[in-house]
């Protein structure tokens, strides 16, 4: 990426956490049909009232979406042809259409969607021993240019509607309803940055928390930023029981402002202080994923820097050994040095483990997902 595009990009983003108004002209987006999905339950009986129907129809439709996992509003049988036909007319039941569907030895599958304006995303079911989890995307690509990761190099083509999202999980539900099992846990750590599509990842969760919806636990929904530090104050002030992970992946200001180009736009020192505040706030650990690239952050000295950075806060390490990043110089950790590393942070009574390694792709905690890496993560 040249440094013009790359500064663009960082500015996008901190324009958008001031909610500045943009300095550049966008391309005209194709409209897209809202998705039945995006609605939370307290929104659809709004849009009901609105529309001339009773609100207790939301609690219906809710139904035929999430408990029976219809495919047509035509099969809503207990709503007039009325509410079905304006229902048809307003939003789209299905906005993502299956491409390819791979599933491997192991149990886990790599769905490949296309959405409404042909662009395509991916989403991964990870089968564990305590459970089901998916893997959702929440952009068409994205702008933070981490050095790792393929999935940005294109840029941002678009945010995914909350619906588009919700609708990633109903999908490889419908697949494991054929073999009676549950989507247990989600993960979003797909292609993307979710706190980039704040709102829409909001109503995600909700939808799918809501026991009327996927009822799926908030301890089982785990969301991953690569450091957008004002969204992780807002984050914090929802007060939700859900899982949350930092992609640091350094110990210092320098060498993460090399490795993830974010790191310009929001500082270490402040990023660190964000994190603070959400651990105080909610009483909740943070996770912090670390990628080891060879050479680069992966030293004992860079293990005691990290010690010193997190000293005090309540977390866990994911340590991440990286074998293979395509288009670039960074190289394999040593098996020897990766133990090194860990021990270094369990001697400074950090509680850490190490994701086992499997494949030659990069998997670095938020986008750049491979199904064969997933599958054998370990927690
Ligand atoms: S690692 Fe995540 S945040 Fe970073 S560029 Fe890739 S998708 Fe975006």
Redesign the pocket.
Known sequence: MDQNKFNERIQDLVEEAEQKPRRREKKEKPQLKESIYSLRLDQLQEWLKENGEKAFRAGQIYEWLYEKRVKTFEEMSNLSKALREKLEENFALTTLSTIIKQESKDGTIKFLFQLQDGYSIETVLMRHDYGNSVCVTTQVG?R???TF?A??LGGLKRHLLAGEIVEQVVKVQQALDEVNERVSHIVIMG???PFDNYDAMMNFLKVINDDKGLNIGARHITVST?GIVPKIYQFADEQLQINFAL?LHAPNQELRQKL?PIARAYKLEDLMEAIRYYTNKTGRRVSFEYGLFGGENDSVEHAEELSKLIKGIKCHVNLIPVNYVPERDYVRTPRNQIFAFEKTLKKNGINVTIRREHGSDID?A???LRAKERAQETR
């Open positions: 994205c933070i240019g981490c990761c999935s940005t292609i993307g940055e690569s992609s993830m670095a938020c986008g750049q």
